[in-house]
């Protein structure tokens, strides 16, 4: 069974710094582009980043709002995605998913690419920031 | 980036209704978009890839279309279990984004 467990999360102050853990079973991690995507209290999903695999140099991406103060990383070898969280604000409170991102192949004339998009999530770990 | 607004943010309807949630993308994603629904307290879960393509496992009462930069997710015969927020993303370019959801009550 294809499974994301995420732990990590607590309440933090303002400032401070967290670092939460998704472990992945069931699939060949190593394989896939990973996401974290967070939910505030009573709000819609916002995209926090993604990495892609090491096909593709583990390069990563980040949203505007977390660039600079968080970092993505994995570990293959452990089948486990990481966010390292830093100078955490307020408006960081949120449940916290990852995301497993499966590839969609499109050729058109002979040029091709892949499109990413999650399909399979943890159940999220909460993270509170407060003083 | 890329905005998208669904509309309605709300919708009552009830158990056997047919009903159309409408997500529009604020430049061209090429069909670059999915659906998730999400109930309280859970992940969320895909039911939508590709704009219209329907993802295993998921009942074939959804179903997802798309018009330039207008996509609709419609649910032909609502039954209980698919009272829930949704929400469109767009997968085009990053940043990733999501609508703002849809929440789906009974009436």
């Known amino acids: 069974e294809v499974q994301l467990v995420e732990s990590g999360g607590g309440l933090v102050q303002p400032g401070g710094s967290l670092r939460l853990s998704c472990a992945a079973s069931?699939?060949?991690?190593?394989?896939?582009?990973m996401d974290w995507v967070r939910q505030a209290p009573g709000k819609g999903l916002e995209w926090v980043g993604r990495?892609?695999?090491?096909?593709?140099?583990?390069?990563?991406e980040y949203a505007a709002s977390v660039k600079g103060r968080f970092t993505i990383s994995r570990d293959d070898s452990k089948n486990s995605l990481y966010l390292q969280m830093n100078s955490l604000k307020t408006e960081d409170t949120a449940v916290y998913y990852c995301?497993?991102?499966?590839?969609?192949?499109?050729?058109?004339?002979?040029?091709?690419?892949?499109?990413?998009?999650?399909?399979?999530w943890g159940k999220g770990t909460t993270v509170t920031v407060s003083s | 980036d890329i905005q998208m607004t669904q509309s309605p943010s709300t919708l009552s309807a009830s158990v056997g209704d047919r009903v159309t949630i409408t997500c529009r993308a604020s430049?061209?994603?090429?069909?670059?978009l999915a659906w998730y629904q999400q109930k309280p307290g859970k992940a969320p879960k895909l039911l939508i890839y590709?704009?219209?393509s329907l993802e295993g496992g998921v009942s074939s009462r959804f179903s997802g279309s798309a018009s330039g930069t207008e996509f609709t997710l419609t649910i032909s015969s609502l039954q209980p279990d698919d009272f829930a927020t949704y929400y469109c993303?767009?997968?085009?370019?990053?940043?990733?984004?999501f609508g703002q959801g849809t929440r789906l009550e009974i009436k």
């Open positions: 993303q767009q997968y085009d370019s990053y940043p990733i984004t």
């Open positions: 069931g699939f060949t991690f190593s394989d896939h582009f």
């Open positions: 430049q061209i994603i090429s069909n670059w």
């Open positions: 995301g497993r991102d499966r590839p969609y192949y499109y050729d058109i004339s002979g040029h091709y690419a892949y499109y990413y998009f999650i399909d399979v």
């Open positions: 590709r704009a219209s």
């Open positions: 990495t892609r695999n090491k096909a593709n140099s583990y390069t990563i």
